[in-house]
């Protein structure tokens, strides 16, 4: 049996952590102003369209072999659709009616998601107590964030608070399809070739949904979209996994405690956004439960010296 030791985070990964938490906060907050525009759908398929152009124009300049077995090309329209189609649809869909920052309070359930998903169908990832704790935290703090009365009470709200848990699953299956299907793929090739199939099925599916996909666009919603194909997918890509193999996986989770407070700063500042109470109580728990799952919680316990 191995034993998983635990990164030691530098100065610069630390700082990578808050560049990639600021990126992706920032989607959530660009994503609201495209969508004074256009649809969910029509949103998504300019994302990943302009962002696997991007990545593409990356890999040729990196002089890197492009996939030409169908059998790859196949893992990477399933991860595109796991990946990207269905959780930014849902996202999109979830943010016409609730909050950015609420939608990235709940975007954080992500981890508890893929433990629960690693555990049934990943043999070397066991749902260990720590786990199954910190898991159990995680859900209580979602349950917390979307309130008794929408737990009880079905409307608009829950519709959107359901969708974007639904995102946070379909992340999960991401991870283990990424993990049993694109093992050994060059990082930015697999984010390349996943957007691409990503793209040729939002396009028609946009079209066929929300209507025709027209260029004639105004400035800020072309600005929104620049931001999130550019920085907060195609470079946000990159950085995530540089930092998956400087900071580790376990490191890594903290960025999902990182993306609500800003998500939560722009969407105050710039949409006049407020949140309820409920959803900072449930952010804590959530961030209790990341810290348990992960291990780290304990391993800050251990080391505190007993009391007298």
Not at 151 to 167: E, G, K, P, V, Y
Not at 193 to 212: D, I, Q
Request: proline fraction near 5%; glycine fraction near 8%; include cysteine.
């Amino acid at each position: 049996m191995t034993t998983t030791v635990q990164k030691t985070l530098s100065a610069r990964s630390w700082a990578e952590l808050f560049l990639l938490a600021a990126l992706w906060g920032g989607v959530l907050f660009t994503n609201r102003i495209a969508l004074y525009e256009i649809g969910p759908i029509t949103l998504v398929a300019h994302r990943t369209l302009w962002a696997a152009l991007f990545l593409w124009a990356l890999v040729l300049l990196r002089g890197m072999p492009v996939p030409k077995s169908m059998r790859l090309w196949g893992a990477f329209l399933i991860m595109g659709l796991l990946n990207n189609l269905i959780p930014f649809s849902l996202l999109n869909f979830a943010q016409l009616t609730i909050e950015s920052g609420l939608t990235s309070i709940f975007n954080a359930a992500t981890a508890f998601f893929g433990v629960l998903l690693a555990a049934f169908f990943l043999p070397d990832e066991p749902l260990t107590l720590p786990k199954a704790l910190g898991v159990f935290i995680g859900f209580l703090g979602v349950a917390t964030a979307i309130g008794l009365t929408h737990l009880t009470n079905f409307d608009h709200r829950s519709i959107a608070q359901i969708a974007a848990l639904l995102a946070t699953l379909s992340y999960g299956l991401a991870s283990i399809w990424g993990r049993k299907h694109l093992a050994g793929c060059s990082p930015t090739v697999a984010a390349a070739g996943m957007l691409t199939c990503s793209a040729l099925m939002s396009l028609p599916l946009a079209h066929f949904v929300e209507g025709p996909i027209t260029l004639s666009l105004f400035a800020p919603t072309w600005a929104s979209i620049a931001y999130g194909a550019a920085l907060g997918t195609a470079a946000a890509y990159l950085l995530y996994y540089r930092l998956l193999a400087t900071a580790g996986s376990g490191n890594l989770l903290l960025v999902t405690l990182l993306v609500p407070p800003f998500a939560i700063l722009l969407g105050t500042l710039f949409l006049g956004e407020t949140l309820h109470p409920r959803a900072f109580a449930g952010f804590a728990l959530l961030a209790l439960g990341l810290l348990v799952l992960d291990g780290r919680l304990w391993r800050y316990l251990r080391k505190q010296p007993a009391g007298i």
